[in-house]
């Protein structure tokens, strides 16, 4: 089944990168001119003829999904040690942390969007209020729809990290954190010494398939920002999709679907290989 659904399309995704595919020779995909790696090549030099290079949207998402990752982490992190130890009341803040998390992306990226609205949204006229920006501050066209992007995916995705961190917590034993007290372990200590070394395993999991996952968002600035995008926040699949699906070049879309592949299988091929050696050196 798992060749049906994920490998006949990776191979025909594969095979369609080396061809010459649009409107005009879809009908007959299969005889379409063979044009070898100049889909590649063109991707990463010119691109689509609305839309930016591979290198272009590559830097884009690489700067989307590290920052919106390492803004998440510390906040996912004090979130689960809020809510590790029992205390009246434990069971309704845990549900609320949730909130943002179980949301459909959709409906989070549509909030947002009428949330940055020039002039009428709220938040140019909160910042305005406050005197800290202009209300024309055009969050959704130009430079600042880079920070929007990265807002609206900080408050949607900080409850995974949450939720990794607060399953490794849970899984500590007791027994650590009496013998710190015994020993005269302050909290920092605590932290430091006893909480994230065990947690460095579960950590490195959460970062790894939270970057992966920012990298691959496409919901949140399609709905956003629409198509074509503004170029800061042209991420690779929303090229991919303007490749294909609105300028019909099925050719360049799929060479630049099978970079995005690459790109993604990398930290993950890292990260097994580290966990390798990690059980050898244990």
């Known amino acids: 089944m798992l060749f049906v659904i994920v490998g006949i399309p990776f191979l025909i995704a594969v095979y369609i990168s080396f061809l010459n595919l649009d409107q005009y020779t879809l009908k007959s995909w299969i005889h379409a001119p063979w044009v070898g790696f100049a889909n590649y090549v063109n991707s990463f030099i010119e691109g689509n003829i609305v839309g930016d290079s591979t290198l272009v949207s590559l830097g884009v998402s690489l700067g989307f999904s590290i920052l919106t990752t390492v803004i998440i982490t510390p906040i996912g992190v004090l979130a689960a040690l809020t809510v590790n130890t029992p205390y009246r009341g434990r069971g309704v803040v845990r549900a609320l942390y949730l909130i943002p998390y179980v949301i459909p992306t959709f409906v989070t990226a549509l909030v947002w969007r009428m949330m940055f609205l020039n002039k009428s949204g709220l938040v140019d006229r909160f910042l305005a209020g406050i005197h800290v920006a202009s209300i024309n501050t055009y969050w959704l066209l130009g430079p600042n729809s880079f920070w929007a992007m990265v807002i609206a995916d900080v408050w949607a995705s900080w409850p995974f990290i949450y939720i990794?961190?607060?399953?490794?917590?849970?899984?500590?034993p007791a027994d650590m954190y009496d013998a710190a007290s015994v020993d005269g372990a302050n909290s920092w200590q605590r932290l430091t010494r006893i909480v994230l070394p065990q947690l460095r395993s579960i950590l490195g999991l959460a970062l790894l398939l939270s970057t992966l996952n920012h990298f691959n968002n496409f919901t949140l600035p399609f709905v956003m920002f629409g198509t074509p995008?503004?170029?800061q926040v042209d991420v690779l699949p929303l090229n991919i999709y303007v490749?294909?699906?609105?300028l019909f070049n099925f050719g360049l879309?799929?060479?630049?679907?099978?970079?995005?592949l690459i790109i993604m299988l990398i930290p993950g091929i890292l990260y097994i290989r580290t966990l390798r050696l990690g059980e050898v050196t244990v």
């Open 229 to 231: 995008p503004p170029v």
């Open 253 to 260: 879309g799929g060479a630049m679907s099978v970079i995005t």
């Open 164 to 172: 990794m961190v607060l399953t490794g917590l849970q899984s500590i």
């Open 243 to 246: 490749s294909s699906f609105q």
